[in-house]
């Protein structure tokens, strides 16, 4: 029992970089879009104006300090590599579902239901298991309902603070 609460914050603290960084664009109103207002082939906007450079820097940059901090606060050099990887990923993983969502043809904004839902997590994972992080499976699984859980609440709670036009 006490080694599974154990791995169970272990791996909540390797996420915390990537829900940081996914979590802080949403304070910008607007700014420089990533695709810098440019179509695709399909004359969609390759990823629209919700995704901007100022958006990605502050992820970025918030991501990996507390990555950074987790680093140093446990001398353990793991939350540093695979919380920056894990901070990238969470950025990546979300603009890729943006240009899904583009070009499917739904607007900024728009509900993509389960992409809203899983676009940082998936995105995280994948940068952090590509860097070498190996979580056991079970409290992976229960980490991984949770976080994604904590996220569709915090959005919601964006939401009521008037932060997002959208609650997803
Ligand atoms: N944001 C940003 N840059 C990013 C990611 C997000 O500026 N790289 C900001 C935008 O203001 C965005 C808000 O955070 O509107 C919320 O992010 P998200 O819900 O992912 O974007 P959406 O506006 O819903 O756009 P999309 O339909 O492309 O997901
Ligand atoms: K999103
Ligand atoms: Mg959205």
Redesign the pocket.
């Known amino acids: 029992m006490g080694e599974l609460l154990d791995e169970l914050l272990q791996i909540a603290l390797m996420y915390l970089p990537a829900m940081v960084s996914n979590a802080s664009?949403?304070f910008?109103?607007?700014?420089t879009p990533?695709d810098f207002g440019r179509n695709f082939v399909d004359g969609k906007r390759i990823?629209?104006?919700?995704?901007?450079?100022?958006?990605?820097l502050?992820?970025m940059w918030f991501g990996i300090t507390v990555a950074t901090s987790l680093w140093v606060g446990t001398e353990d050099f793991r939350y540093f590599l695979y919380g920056s990887m894990g901070s990238l990923g969470a950025?990546l993983g979300?603009?890729f579902?943006?240009f899904i969502?583009?070009r499917i043809g739904?607007?900024?904004?728009?509900p993509?239901p389960l992409g809203?839902q899983l676009?940082f997590f998936l995105g995280a994972t994948a940068l952090m298991v590509a860097s070498g992080w190996r979580p056991q499976a079970f409290p992976w699984l229960v980490m991984a309902f949770v976080i994604v859980m904590l996220h569709v609440m915090t959005?919601r709670i964006a939401y009521w603070l008037g932060l997002?036009?959208?609650p997803?």
């Open positions: 664009p949403v910008l109103k607007r700014g990533i990823l629209g104006d919700g995704k901007t450079w100022e958006g990605f502050l992820g950025l979300d603009m579902f943006s969502k583009r739904l607007p900024r904004g728009a993509f809203d676009d959005n997002k036009d959208v997803w």
